[in-house]
Structure formats: structure tokens, C-alpha cells
T-cell receptor, first 110, second 117 residues
Framework: DAKTTQPTSMDCAEGRAANLPCNHS???????VYWYRQIHSQGPQYIIH???NNETNEMASLIITEDRKSSTLILPHATLRDTAVYYC???????????FGKGITLSVRP | DSGVTQTPKHLITATGQRVTLRCSPR?????VYWYQQSLDQGLQFLIQ???????AKGNILERFSAQQFPDLHSELNLSSLELGDSALYFC????????????????FGAGSRLTVL
């Protein structure tokens, strides 16, 4: 599976959009981008995934660049409860053993 | 409540002992995964079962073993415990449509916190 690179941390103000970047320059054609998050000591939570088209669900939007070498997870109106570690993972469409890296720590400030 | 149930929530034991962690997957999910999360290692994949059969193995120690039963619940057995085994152990489940869309959408439980003294 392709390697991903995320900043260590970022913060944003409550009510504003949080844009979390992820680089995956070695992604191959059959690999999906998945995002999970983990709120302190809780089990990780699936957020969204995509292959090449932008995706949106009730939690977030995923924007994947045309060359698929990077993506951005967007939380449109961040709340204090969105403070968590966010993991960007690239895997094939086959059922894989997900590898969680260090992720990016998002701190939402009041 | 994610639908994945893990017991016990907390467990304190001594070095050299053996413990069993239990996981009930979400209704309808056939795959169960075990992950270990310690402070210095992050989330590490241990093992995956699909409908009772071992499907994938990660960096699981020989002192650890797991199985998935006919009712699809799973148990992770940890023996000859060492201080370094202290960690959060997460179970996750998935429908495991083996290929294609959503193949890697996992639902995690709340975890079992193991402390070895």
C-alpha cells in the first residue's frame, strides 16, 4: 500500500472549516484513500473514503486532486468534539490490514 | 455505541499471567480484526478472521493467539504477559465485501485496556 504523509498537527477555530491535507504521491490506480479518526483513547472511527472523485457524507468531504497524489479532508463546521487524531490511509480495494500511521492531531479551539 | 462489543473494558494483571479478551462483532459482520495500541507504538494490526478462518496476520507475538467462533465472536488470548504488553486492545469488524467499494470500512469497539504490573 502507498505511503502517506500528514502534518503532525493543526488547529482551527470552532465553527470554521478544518482542512486536513494528506500526501500520497506513490498511490496506484487501484488504491483508495480512507480517512479515520480517533478521539482520545476511543476506538478509531471511519469517516470517508474515495478513489478519484470527490466524496461527501454527513461527517465530511474528501477532495482528491486530479493526479490523485494528494487529498484533503474537510470538516465544514468544526466543533470541539472534532478534536482528534485523523489518519489518512491508502489501501487497495481488497480487504486489507489497515496500517495506521501517526496521523494528524486536530485541535479545535473555542 | 458502535455495535462492536469488547469485554472487559479494563483489566489489571501481573507479569507471567494469561488473559482473554472478548469481542462480539456488529450484527451481520463476518470479519473481525484485532489491533494493539501502546503509547510508543501507535495502532498495530495483530490479526484478522473472516467467518471463522484466519485471513491475515500482522506483528502478533507467538505468546498471543486468537480465534473466531461459529457465532462469529472472537477471543484474543495473551499469555506469559510482560510489562510491555500493557496497551489498549481494539477489536473491529466489517462486512468484508472482499473486493471493491467499502472493503476497508471497519467499525471499532471501545477497546480493552490491559495493565500488566
Amino acid at each position: 500500500d502507498a505511503k502517506t504523509t500528514q502534518p503532525t498537527s493543526m488547529d482551527c477555530a470552532e465553527g470554521r472549516a478544518a482542512n486536513l491535507p494528506c500526501n500520497h504521491s506513490t498511490i496506484s490506480g487501484n488504491e483508495y484513500v480512507y480517512w479515520y479518526r480517533q478521539i482520545h483513547s476511543q476506538g478509531p472511527q471511519y469517516i470517508i473514503h474515495g478513489l478519484k472523485n470527490n466524496e461527501t457524507n454527513e461527517m465530511a468531504s474528501l477532495i482528491i486532486t486530479e493526479d490523485r497524489k494528494s487529498s484533503t479532508l474537510i470538516l465544514p463546521h468544526a466543533t470541539l468534539r472534532d478534536t482528534a487524531v485523523y489518519y489518512c490511509i491508502v489501501v487497495t480495494g481488497a480487504n486489507s490490514k489497515l496500517t495506521f500511521g501517526k496521523g494528524i492531531t486536530l485541535s479545535v479551539r473555542p | 455505541d458502535s455495535g462492536v462489543t469488547q469485554t472487559p473494558k479494563h483489566l489489571i494483571t501481573a507479569t507471567g499471567q494469561r488473559v482473554t479478551l472478548r469481542c462480539s462483532p456488529r450484527s451481520g459482520d463476518l470479519s473481525v480484526y484485532w489491533y494493539q495500541q501502546s503509547l510508543d507504538q501507535g495502532l498495530q494490526f495483530l490479526i484478522q478472521y473472516y467467518n471463522g478462518e484466519e485471513r491475515a496476520k500482522g506483528n502478533i507475538l507467538e505468546r498471543f493467539s486468537a480465534q473466531q467462533f461459529p457465532d462469529l465472536h472472537s477471543e484474543l488470548n495473551l499469555s506469559s504477559l510482560e510489562l510491555g504488553d500493557s496497551a489498549l486492545y481494539f477489536c473491529a469488524s466489517s462486512v468484508a465485501s472482499w473486493l471493491g467499494e467499502g472493503a476497508n470500512v471497519l467499525t471499532f469497539g471501545a477497546g480493552s485496556r490491559l495493565t500488566v504490573l
